[in-house]
């Protein structure tokens, strides 16, 4: 059974750091690229990063460029996002997302809120 389980989410002040980790499981981890994605309320989801599934090539949105950083480790079947000088524009549910290209086989996590907010 695929599981991508996302955690670290939280309520954190503005200008404040959080980890989010994405866990997976039921499939070939190191042969998928992942993403994480963002929803705010009210707004599409929209890609935040991604990484390839050596890990040596990643992505960002503009928007987090600088403050943001994923990395995963294939080892432990674990996808990071690093979230640093957070703002409250960041508030949304983070979602991770695992893509095989070649066979167009996509899953996605159930999410994770991040509020950042005084």
């Known amino acids: 059974q695929v599981q991508l389980v996302e955690s670290g989410g939280g309520l954190v002040q503005p200008g404040g750091s959080l980890r989010l980790s994405c866990a997976a499981s039921g499939f070939t981890f190191s042969r998928y690229a992942m993403s994480w994605y963002r929803q705010a309320a009210g707004k599409e989801r929209e890609l935040v990063a991604s990484?390839?599934?050596?890990?040596?090539?990643?992505n960002y949105a503009d928007s987090v460029k600088g403050r943001f950083t994923i990395s995963r480790d294939n080892a432990k079947n674990t996808v990071y996002l690093q979230m640093n000088s957070l703002k409250p524009e960041d508030t949304a549910v983070y979602y991770c997302?695992?893509?095989?290209?070649?066979?167009?086989?996509?899953?996605w996590g159930k999410g994770t809120l991040v509020t950042v907010s005084l």
């Open positions: 997302k695992a893509d095989s290209w070649i066979y167009d086989i996509h899953y």
């Open positions: 990484i390839s599934s050596p890990g040596s090539s990643t």
